[in-house]
């Protein structure tokens, strides 16, 4: 059935190419993929109750790209890690997403990425295989004056490292990607990878089958990955658990590849448009709507899925508790744009105390050479794919090189600026991106890819116990800023 079609004999129901909205049930149907329906297609309310009833027992019939936030997918991305200023980051990857308690999904492949926080550049690439209900763990970390990549972890790891340690990298910062490039099919491969069988696994790249064609024994990646990341600071005993945002139905196709290929990674989206005029698809939920649009270009399917128009969350600076608070702002796509350097991100925001009060602090419009020249114009603001905005600090010289007060990062816009009040000991903010991602159709999707968390530390260093010993009494948390997102047709 046409989208054409759809929308001329149930207006009410298409609202998009392949997707039928039961507005009152608040489901979504994807019709391209149900056999039942016939080339013929009339839908009648009848038929789209059959077909809300086929999707509650198969939910997962569409392959539009989207985040899922349940937490598990094909693809994940972890926005930050840190190995400065003392922290550590300690890494869980998880395949363990399966049919519940009656099964487990199978063996996958898995490339992971390590990426800079300066220019985007890879750090380090491997490919990780992970049985049935398997989880990796690794740390980014210092060691003798170096950031490394460590592992106590027995999962097979290609190409093999030579002891725990698998790569020392360039930058302490950076973010880091996860893609499933497909899920086993063969049981001589399953029973490898769930023994740990290493050396075999190797072996079929060095003069195996994979040698010839990385695809042999594989099928589509099934979106049974999930991950996290705690960051860790032993002397100030903080931890920060950070989840990795999750992508489903990033591609309906095998990519497995060797370690030194560049891809899969985020342009590397597909599904059955995606070879063809349609596109790839992405589908983006927002006030109770689904919407699915195509893109011309994969990475385009994937921006779409990860733009908010504004990012919402807390702050606490009260200075009675000791209390700092940053908000960490990463652009995943940023690395794969082909304007250098990347053009700055302009964002409005509005601070408000707990009662409401508060002033919008929009950004200059049009862009300004000084920035600083203009007092409302907040710039996120080294083109750079991590940002860090800090709150409370108040910066004299705004030539200085400044640090985030919690992680000690140097990316940093802080807030308040020259000529603007003092901010709140503790309230509310909304970071509001300027620009549009819009595609063939005219649909624009504004603001900007990101994806943001703040962190908030308490610090009252040591309490003593009832029995006169001491002990560190910091605390802290990490929290997922809230997304909004605005589509407009």
């Given at each position: 059935m046409t989208r054409e079609k759809?929308?001329?004999?149930?207006?009410?129901?298409?609202?998009?190419?392949?997707?039928?909205h039961w507005r009152e049930l608040g489901l979504v149907a994807t019709l391209a993929f149900l056999p039942v329906v016939e080339k013929e297609f009339t839908m009648k309310h009848n038929a789209c109750i059959l077909l809300l009833a086929f999707i509650a027992v198969f939910p997962n019939q569409s392959v539009a790209v989207s985040i899922n936030e349940g937490g598990?997918?094909?693809?994940?991305?972890?926005?930050f890690y840190s190995a400065a200023q003392g922290n550590a980051s300690l890494i869980t990857i998880a395949n363990d997403v399966g049919q519940p308690l009656s099964g487990s999904?199978?063996?996958?492949?898995?490339?992971?990425r390590l990426i800079g926080s300066v220019e985007g550049a890879v750090l380090a690439s491997f490919n990780l295989y992970l049985g049935g209900r398997d989880a990796w763990v690794a740390a980014i970390h210092k060691s003798n004056g170096e950031t490394v990549v460590s592992t106590p972890d027995a999962s097979c790891i290609f190409p093999s490292p030579d002891g725990e340690t698998l790569s020392a990298i360039p930058e302490e910062i950076g973010s880091i990607e996860v893609i499933q490039m497909g899920t086993v099919s063969n049981v001589a491969l399953l029973d490898e990878i769930n023994a740990n069988d290493c050396a075999s696994i190797e072996a079929r790249w060095t003069d195996g089958p994979w040698d010839e064609n990385p695809e042999v024994d594989l099928v589509p990646p099934a979106g049974s990955l999930r991950g996290s990341l705690t960051l860790i600071h032993v002397e100030k005993g903080t931890a920060y658990s950070v989840p990795a945002l999750a992508l489903a139905n990033f591609t309906d196709i095998v990519?497995?590849?060797?370690?030194?290929?560049?891809?899969?990674?985020?342009?590397?989206?597909h599904d059955e448009g995606t070879d063809t005029?349609?596109?790839?698809?992405?589908?983006?939920?927002?006030?109770?709507?689904?919407?699915?649009?195509?893109?011309?270009d994969p990475l385009d399917a994937v921006a779409a899925a990860l733009t908010v128009r504004e990012l919402h969350g807390t702050f606490v600076v009260d200075e009675a508790l000791a209390a700092e608070s940053e908000w960490i702002i990463s652009y995943p796509v940023r690395r794969y744009t082909e304007v250098s350097p990347s053009p700055t991100q302009f964002a409005g925001l509005l601070l408000q105390d707990r009662e409401g009060d508060g002033a919008m602090l929009p950004p200059c419009v049009g862009g300004n050479p000084n920035p600083y020249s203009c007092v409302s114009h907040y710039l996120l603001g080294h083109r750079a794919p991590i940002e860090v905005v800090s709150f409370g600090r108040d910066?004299?010289?705004?030539?200085?090189?400044?640090v985030s007060a919690i992680l000690g990062l140097p990316f940093v816009?802080?807030?308040p600026r020259m000529?603007?009040?003092?901010?709140?000991?503790?309230?509310?903010?909304?970071?509001?991106?300027?620009g549009a991602l819009v595609n063939e159709s005219g649909r624009a999707y504004r603001g900007a890819p990101v994806i943001g968390f703040e962190l908030q530390e308490y610090t009252n260093a040591f309490l003593e116990t009832e029995s006169g010993n001491t002990q560190r009494a910091n605390y802290g948390t990490a929290i997922p800023l809230s997304r909004t997102v605005e589509v407009a047709d």
């Open positions: 759809c929308q001329l004999e149930h207006p009410a129901f298409c609202r998009s190419r392949t997707t039928c598990y997918g094909q693809t994940l991305i972890f926005p999904p199978n063996p996958s492949a898995v490339k992971v990519q497995h590849t060797n370690v030194g290929a560049g891809v899969p990674n985020l342009t590397s989206s005029s349609l596109g790839t698809s992405s589908t983006v939920c927002t006030s109770g709507e689904c919407i699915e649009d195509f893109w011309a910066l004299e010289d705004f030539n200085q090189q400044a816009v802080d807030i000529n603007h009040a003092p901010v709140p000991s503790s309230g509310t903010g909304r970071l509001g991106f300027e």
